[in-house]
């Protein structure tokens, strides 16, 4: 099974041990649409525009940002479906970033990054997803401090840049002015070209900056809702307290 990325934040896949394709996560890229440098802002009602032009707007105001904060919830539609996965992303879209992510199997996680060093605070069952060997001596820190370059695929950690890609294909219907969380917006449709039956919504907000504020996917059995919010709000992130951390590469080369 195939996934579209739409937010990647490390240029990879977010897994988890329990199901690899269903609970397949980007967080970082919105693909909104393609906009050159020199474009210049649309200044008419949002509800007057194009699809197109409501998604270049949405993706120059986005690529703007100083900071932003990305909630995700991953819920399966399949017969005794739910949330699956769930996470909280601060991020300055350069090098520092907050993540707390939760899973239906139990884990949960929180991830510090500054700079190139990442600091991880696991519960135990977040172990069973932990891409590297561990050790005793890993629970008896509330924190682990590890090189940003170590983190492999099965870790679940984050990157804080956000990269753009586009959404070039697949066809976009706007809709009707709306309501979202009491703020007008206008969706935007698109369809994937990838998985069948697979649809993307984009809600873009149609008073002041067209943020986006909101994507929905759906596809056959799983749904992803991301909401964005906290746009261009101070962001100061601080290292644990050193009492509390451990070094990973304080330990054997086999053990981090």
Not at 46 to 61: P, W
Not at 201 to 221: C, M, N, Q, S, W
């Amino acid at each position: 099974m195939q996934y579209r990325v739409l937010l990647d934040t490390r240029g990879g896949i977010v897994r988890t041990k329990a199901s690899t394709a269903a609970l397949c996560l980007f967080v970082g890229a919105v693909a909104v649409g393609c906009t050159g440098a020199g474009d210049t802002a649309d200044v008419r009602p949002a509800e007057t525009r194009s699809a197109g032009q409501l998604l270049n707007e949405a993706d120059r105001t986005m690529k703007a940002l100083t900071s932003v904060t990305i909630v995700t919830d991953v819920s399966s539609t399949d017969r005794g479906g739910g949330v699956r996965y769930s996470s909280r992303v601060t991020t300055d879209l350069e090098n520092r970033c907050t993540l707390k992510a939760t899973w239906s199997e139990g884990a949960k996680m929180e991830q510090i990054r500054i700079g190139e060093t990442d600091y991880i605070h696991p519960n135990d069952a977040y172990f069973e997803l932990w891409g590297r060997p561990t050790v005793p001596a890993m629970r008896h820190k509330p924190w682990l401090k590890s090189p940003a370059s170590a983190a492999k695929d099965a870790d679940n950690l984050i990157d804080c840049a956000w990269r753009f890609s586009s959404l070039a294909k697949g066809k976009a219907t706007k809709g009707d002015l709306t309501l979202l969380d009491g703020k007008p917006v206008v969706p935007v449709q698109v369809t994937d070209d990838v998985i069948e039956g697979g649809l993307y919504t984009f809600y873009v907000a149609a008073e002041g900056k067209p943020y986006l504020l909101r994507i929905d996917y759906e596809e056959p059995h799983h749904r992803t809702i991301r909401k964005f919010s906290g746009f261009n709000n101070r962001f100061d992130v601080h290292p644990p307290a050193a009492a509390d951390v451990l070094d990973l590469s304080s330990l054997p080369s086999d053990a981090a």
